[in-house]
């Protein structure tokens, strides 16, 4: 009788030395989108070279949705290229991100000329978290973006 109970209590051991994943709390997957692929179908445009250039240590991506409005350039408007709205992004972003003592996610604002007469004040958020890899990434998105 000793025996079984000595067996018994090793199996109980056995259970809680090993460690509880996701899937044991929320079981199996269903379904995922990673960064990389996101990037594959044009949601996230990557960006991770200018913003190196820029002094942003981590892998960088837009939204589709802030290059399609402030990177691109829009049709008819003078004296504005993708590169250099682009850098301003990016600049204005890590201006904002030295200044603040905030970690995860930040707004910041930058003035985009998006026609030939006067610029305008918009607000863009950008989010810092694990990427694919669970090494940290930024993206940058519109406000009301997740």
């Not at 985009?112 to 950008?126: G, H, Q, Y």
């Amino acid at each position: 009788m000793k025996e079984e109970t000595k067996h018994e209590n090793r199996s109980q051991d056995e259970k809680h030395d090993k460690p509880v994943t996701l899937e044991d709390l929320f079981g199996p997957v269903i379904f995922s989108y990673t960064r990389a692929e996101a990037i594959a179908d044009g949601v996230l445009i990557d960006v991770s070279k200018m913003a190196q250039e820029a002094g942003i240590k981590y892998p960088t991506a837009l939204t589709a949705a802030v290059w399609a409005e402030y990177v691109q350039v829009p049709e008819g408007v003078q004296a504005q290229d993708e590169a250099g709205r682009l850098w301003d992004i990016l600049n204005m972003f890590r201006f904002a991100a030295m200044q603040s003592e905030q970690s995860g996610e930040l707004l910041f604002v930058l003035l985009v000329r998006n026609d030939n007469f006067s610029p305008m004040l918009v607000t863009l958020k950008a989010i810092c978290g694990p990427g694919d890899t669970l090494d940290p990434v930024i993206t940058i998105m519109l406000p009301h973006e997740d």
